[in-house]
């Protein structure tokens, strides 16, 4: 399953609905807005996503771990929307029948919804500045 | 001559100034689109960095553009 969330990622809910007799272990990443990047102190963030696009391609990267990794239970969810510090920005957990599954499925997983899927991340600075992620080194503006 | 629709998104659409346009073109493919497009969304370059749809589906710069589609132009993602 995956999703887009625009508020808060309930991730106490998450991890009970991985919750499998057959999976011997649950491997979670969450990732987290930080308050620094490249030097700059970051005070919050902004997802921009193509959410119709974003879910059937974040669909795809479930699908395709689940058949590099069979036997296992995958679950990504990502935030659209304004972040603070400390807020849950991506939520993936893997439960498998054993660890080393686990660990790798959610590795995947993680990798691969970095670079495929329509979302941008735009860092707004305590200098008052802001700017998309990752953009600068395509556009000319 | 074709009729499409180009939608912006993120940079691009803060480049540009708007979210969307329609636009008369003889572009034949996605890459013409794009680089007809150029002024608008400020990019320098898109092959390994930005990516294209057509129709809600992800395309490659080489896919042909025909009347009516609707062109997504997504600068690099940032997801994570």
Same mark, same amino acid.
């Given at each position: 399953?995956?999703?887009?969330?625009?508020?808060?990622?309930?991730?106490?809910?998450?991890?009970?609905?991985?919750?499998?007799?057959?999976?011997?272990?649950?491997?979670?990443?969450?990732?987290?807005?930080? =308050?620094? =990047?490249?030097?700059?102190?970051?005070?919050?963030?902004? #997802?921009?996503?193509?959410?119709?696009?974003?879910?059937?391609?974040?669909?795809?990267?479930?699908?395709?771990?689940?058949?590099?990794?069979?036997?296992?239970?995958?679950?990504?969810?990502?935030?659209?929307?304004?972040?603070?510090?400390?807020?849950?920005?991506?939520?993936?957990?893997?439960?498998?029948?054993?660890?080393?599954?686990?660990?790798?499925?959610?590795?995947?997983?993680?990798?691969?919804?970095?670079?495929?899927?329509?979302?941008?991340?735009?860092?707004? #600075?305590?200098?008052?500045?802001?700017?998309?992620?990752?953009?600068?080194?395509?556009?000319?503006? | 001559?074709?009729?499409?629709?180009?939608?912006?998104?993120?940079?691009?659409?803060?480049?540009?100034?708007?979210?969307?346009?329609?636009?008369?073109?003889?572009?034949?493919?996605?890459?013409?689109?794009?680089?007809?497009?150029?002024?608008?969304?400020?990019?320098?370059?898109?092959?390994?960095?930005?990516? %294209?749809?057509?129709?809600?589906?992800?395309?490659?710069?080489?896919?042909?553009?025909?009347?009516?589609?609707?062109?997504?132009?997504?600068?690099? %993602?940032?997801?994570?």
């Amino acid at each position: 399953m995956f999703a887009i969330a625009a508020t808060d990622i309930a991730v106490d809910e998450l991890r009970l609905q991985m919750m499998d007799p057959a999976a011997g272990g649950l491997c979670v990443f969450e990732g987290w807005v930080r =308050n620094e =990047n490249e030097g700059r102190t970051v005070e919050r963030l902004e #997802y921009e996503v193509y959410e119709p696009l974003a879910v059937s391609e974040g669909e795809k990267v479930i699908a395709e771990a689940k058949r590099r990794f069979p036997h296992l239970q995958a679950c990504c969810v990502h935030r659209s929307g304004l972040l603070e510090i400390g807020d849950c920005a991506v939520w993936v957990g893997v439960a498998a029948p054993h660890r080393d599954e686990a660990f790798k499925a959610c590795r995947y997983i993680i990798d691969q919804i970095k670079v495929k899927l329509p979302i941008w991340k735009k860092e707004y #600075y305590t200098d008052g500045d802001s700017g998309w992620v990752n953009c600068e080194r395509c556009a000319n503006v | 001559m074709k009729t499409i629709t180009v939608r912006y998104f993120a940079m691009f659409r803060e480049h540009a100034g708007l979210s969307e346009e329609m636009l008369q073109t003889d572009a034949a493919t996605a890459l013409d689109v794009f680089e007809q497009t150029r002024s608008r969304h400020g990019s320098s370059e898109p092959s390994g960095h930005c990516k %294209v749809a057509i129709n809600d589906e992800m395309a490659e710069w080489t896919c042909d553009v025909n009347d009516g589609d609707i062109v997504l132009l997504f600068p690099p %993602v940032a997801g994570g």
